[in-house]
């Protein structure tokens, strides 16, 4: 028997996103090759861009293959990392930059994209429980990826911790797995999508307004109701009291 409610809520690991200081970017990659043994083939997507006029492009992202699935199923299994820098001149503002200082860190792990086999079902499941997303469902022109960006998790009252979910769905028709098998490995990470997520990120970091995963007065709702319990105590009976009062917050918040 499947131990997930709906098939739709069964996740695989699509990719995870890091971010990283500009001095460390090129190290990484080396990092991906000597260490993890990332051949040309296994970088599926570069993206560049020329911030300023005339100052020359500068590598945003890389995306690294580290590992592939079982015979078969290898178009989709595999598993991915995409390494970000903040690129951008340093006249200019970058949300990027700005996670890495504000969290003294070199490193920053931002996102982890889940993979369903329903992307429009698990959105709606999840809208109807009271989740932000920052996106609406982003599609690429060839409609073979879609994918979605929650808001980030992080506690009422503390600093936004940078950290979020993709969620994510591939159709893995003919033309996709050709395509994927063939030369054109940049399926996998569309421009549209990676600029889309990258400018909806500075906007908020820009305008100090940061869209948490749950609303703060749900997120609050909820803790009353667990935080007076040990981690053990938590019953089922209590996690279905916390569903109805996701259920009815978003509800109202809709009419
Ligand atoms: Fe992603």
Redesign the pocket.
């Known amino acids: 028997m499947p131990s997930k409610k709906y098939p739709f809520l069964n996740f695989q690991v699509d ?1 995870m ?1 890091i971010h990283i200081d500009p001095e460390m970017y090129n190290t990484a990659y080396v990092i991906f090759k000597t260490i993890f043994g990332v051949s040309p083939e296994d970088i599926i997507y570069e993206k560049r861009k020329e911030w300023v006029e005339g100052l020359g492009e500068e590598s945003m992202t890389f995306a690294a293959r580290v590992g592939k699935g079982v015979v078969g199923e290898e178009s989709l299994q595999n598993t991915i990392f ?1 390494i970000v820098q903040p690129s951008e001149p340093k006249f200019q503002h970058s949300h990027s930059r700005d996670l890495l200082t504000k969290h003294s860190a070199s490193v920053h792990f931002q ?1 982890v ?1 889940l993979r369903t086999n329903d992307l429009l079902a698990f959105h709606k499941y999840a809208l109807e429980r009271g989740v932000n997303f920052i996106t609406p469902i982003l599609k690429d022109e060839h409609e073979d990826v879609i ?1 979605v960006f929650s808001g980030e998790w992080y506690m009422p009252g503390s600093q936004p911790s940078g950290f979020f979910f ?1 969620f994510v769905q591939r159709n893995p028709n003919e033309d996709l797995l050709k395509m994927l098998e063939e030369h054109n490995r940049e399926s996998w990470f569309r421009d549209k999508t990676f600029l889309g ?1 990258y400018q909806e990120k500075e906007k908020e970091n820009q305008s100090n307004n940061v869209t948490p995963f749950l609303d703060h007065e749900l997120f609050a709702m909820i803790q009353s109701n667990v935080n007076r319990k040990k981690f053990w105590e938590i019953t089922e009976e209590d996690i279905k009291m916390c569903e109805e009062k996701m259920i009815n917050y978003a509800k109202k918040k809709v009419s």
């Open positions: 990719h996103t995409a996102h994209a994918q993709e997520l």
